[in-house]
């Protein structure tokens, strides 16, 4: 197997051994040459189907008082390769199988001088590669700092790239699409405000960074598996149009803290010259480790409905008095005070919801603002912020409980830390035991503005071991963690996959915050999904803001085939249904598609796709012979076509298709949408229209004769 791996061999170093090799991808279309260069430095480049993708790139380690970086004056001690095939099935996702198939090459390295050992493992899948420092247990190298990773990531082209700036705190950017020589004059109009952000370079731009070549090559570049570590950012050398990693610092500027035996995290390349392998690509996950304990039972996707876009649009408010400057826990007392007249979590409005889910089949009631603390809960530097705990006074948890207990809903709950970390990990333990005493299996929390302990960053190694630290102890709980403006996910669901959500980048309520691009949900596929799902929030079917909460002149600039798209386009196995009971209410016959369509799958395909412009999804629901479809549309009007050749042979189907009317428009006209039923089998063609910022759902489901009857053919 080695010598078949090898396919070449180019020269000798002068110890006798190899210092440049290739390994391909089991399907042979990706080709990656690891090298040593003259002075010891390590590097790679990599290939698809016979085309440079990645140019000869340096690797290394700049490290922090020592003047002997681990970058250079290295000898290949050994080289292994290997191959690894195996299939497993994940606890929630997009397929119940999850091949993981790929070639490898273990290139051991000792440093000349330090006599200091490191591994670089390369991972060549047919989808692309994936990469990682490790650093065995050894006499010469046991704790040091990293003060900057160099790996490089060197372009053959000034490509196009779907790119938000670097930042160290926030990830809550629109895409801006250009050319790599534009990023550094588009830069500073892509930095739009937010409650904690900390840009670092005039051309630094996050992962997971998606791209295309003149010759329609896609790339993308992330990482997996994020693990004691901080988050890699890219900085862009423009001359020379290559990338480097750019790791998020510690409060003293320090990047990383190892200790050897350990590992970086993967830097992954997917590559492709269809936009769709690079949403079927599972690598991401695959570099993570397989499912850290035995009962994963209580792990279940869940549709849910909240108390939240009342608040997020400013028609009620999180908090219960305007009576107080600032409050104290502990020393406040709300019980005396005068409540406000807009507190959205009071005992009566959660029983509103939690009828309406009853009503409508939902799982769970998000209830945002139920906990003392709201009065001024964000950027004061506030340390004991919350309790996590103690409810206001309109708000009787007990009675919520019950009452939702007998309705057949279960409650969701809301930590939001303020990013005071310190206070949360205090209340952790409590707060977790009080939410299972309570019947809550889920929590959604939340890390907005700056983090306490003072300067520190959302995406440093303290940060991303605190996010760590909170999904390993809500396991130990048997609690589903939805983490938002947490960093942005690397795969490590497949390990925990109690993480069935994260926010970590532009959700849907920005709509409410003075709108996202029309085209925004055509990008995040390929970007942000590419690490793992996130709790977008789709489901707003009242686009003009103001109509309910009438100091907000937002506009959602999407239209309400749209949002029903998103169901299938954005996946993830916790889905809310975001607008007002109200709104949905005067919409019925659409909000039939929400209710009906599935949050776990058993196959997925992909039938169209083009970032920043379109894309088009089927998926079978689990357990199922349901199908559902969604497509999105980015600024200009487009028809999809597409096939039903994915439906089984012999069987028959009712479609029900959701879509943009004739003069449907994401500004103008966003509520113009047409219903309409049709029979499908696996022959069946459709050529459907989609508006600027339309879409179109489709619900399949299996049917006999007798329910076909008077329904016309596709
Ligand atoms: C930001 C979150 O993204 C949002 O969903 C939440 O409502 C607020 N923080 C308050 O916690
Ligand atoms: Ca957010």
Known sequence: MKNLLMTACLWVSFSGLVVAQQVDSPNGEMRMQFELLEDG???????????????????????????????????????QTSTFDETWEPVWGEEKEIRNHYNEMEVNLLQEGTEREMIIRFRLFDSGLGF????????????????????????????????????YDTQEYDYTESRLT???????????????????????????????????????????????????????????LTFESWLTPDVTGNKVYMIAPGKSPWRTILVSDDARDILASRITYNLNDPVAFDDTSWIKPMKYVGVWWEMITGKSSWHYTDEFAAVKLGETDFEAAEPNDTHGATTENVKRYIDFAAEHGFDG???????????????????????????????????????????????????????????????????????????????????????????????????????????????????MVNAHEAVRPTGIARTWPNLIANESARGQEYQAFGGSKPNHVTVIPFTRLIGGP?????????????????????WVNSTIANQLALYVTMYSPLQMAADLPENYERF????????????????????????????????????????FVGNVNGDDPRTANIKFDFLD?????????????????????????????????????????????????????????AETKGLKKL
């Open 649 to 705: 042979k012999g069987k028959t189907y009712i479609a029900t298709i959701y879509s943009d009317a004739k003069d449907a428009h994401y500004r103008d006209n966003p509520q113009a949408y047409e219903i309409r039923k049709a029979v499908v089998n696996h022959r069946s063609k459709l050529s459907q229209r989609s508006a600027p910022g339309g879409g179109f759902a489709i619900s399949i489901m299996e049917a006999d004769k």
């Open 365 to 479: 009631v998000l209830v945002e603002g139920w906990n003392i603390g709201w009065e001024d809960w964000f950027g004061n530097s506030k340390d004991y912020v919350f309790d996590f705990m103690t409810p206001y006074p309109d708000f009787d948890l007990e009675e919520v409980r019950d009452y939702a207990k007998s309705k057949g809903v279960e409650m969701i709950m809301h930590h939001e830390t303020s990013s005071s970390v310190r206070n949360y990990e205090r209340h952790m333990d409590q707060a977790y035991q009080f939410m299972k005493d309570n019947g809550y299996n889920a929590v959604k929390s939340g890390y907005v503005g700056d983090i306490l302990p003072r300067g520190e960053n959302h995406y440093s190694q303290w940060l991303v071991n605190h996010y760590q630290y909170a999904i390993e102890k809500a396991a130990e709980y048997e609690v």
């Open 588 to 627: 019925m016959d659409a909000f039939q598609f929400i209710k009906d369509v599935a949050i776990d799958w058993d196959e997925t395909k992909y039938l169209e796709a083009e970032p920043g412009y379109y894309l088009t999804i089927a998926r079978k629901e689990k357990d199922s012979n349901n199908w």
């Open 182 to 240: 534009e990023i550094r004059e588009l830069l500073n109009s892509s930095i739009t405000e937010n409650l904690s952000q900390t840009s670092f370079s005039p051309t630094g731009v996050q992962t997971s960074l998606m791209m295309k070549t003149d010759d329609g090559i896609y790339i993308n570049l992330h990482e997996a598996a994020l693990i004691d570590y901080s988050a890699m950012h890219l900085e862009l050398d423009d001359e020379n």
């Open 534 to 554: 996130m709790d977008y929030t789709p489901g707003i079917f009242e686009m003009d803001i103001s109509t309910f909460s009438p100091d907000n002149d937002s």
């Open 132 to 167: 990682r420092y490790e650093f065995p247990q050894q006499k010469n190298l046991g704790h040091f700092i990293i003060q900057e990773e160099r790996t490089q990531f060197a372009m053959t082209g000034d490509h196009t790239a779907f790119w938000i700036p670097g930042d």
């Open 41 to 79: 430095t390590p590097a790679y480049s990599l290939s698809y189907k016979g085309q440079p993708v990645i140019g000869t790139s340096t690797l290394g380690l700049e490290l922090k008082d020592d003047d002997q970086n681990l970058m250079d004056n290295f000898v290949v001690e050994d080289i």
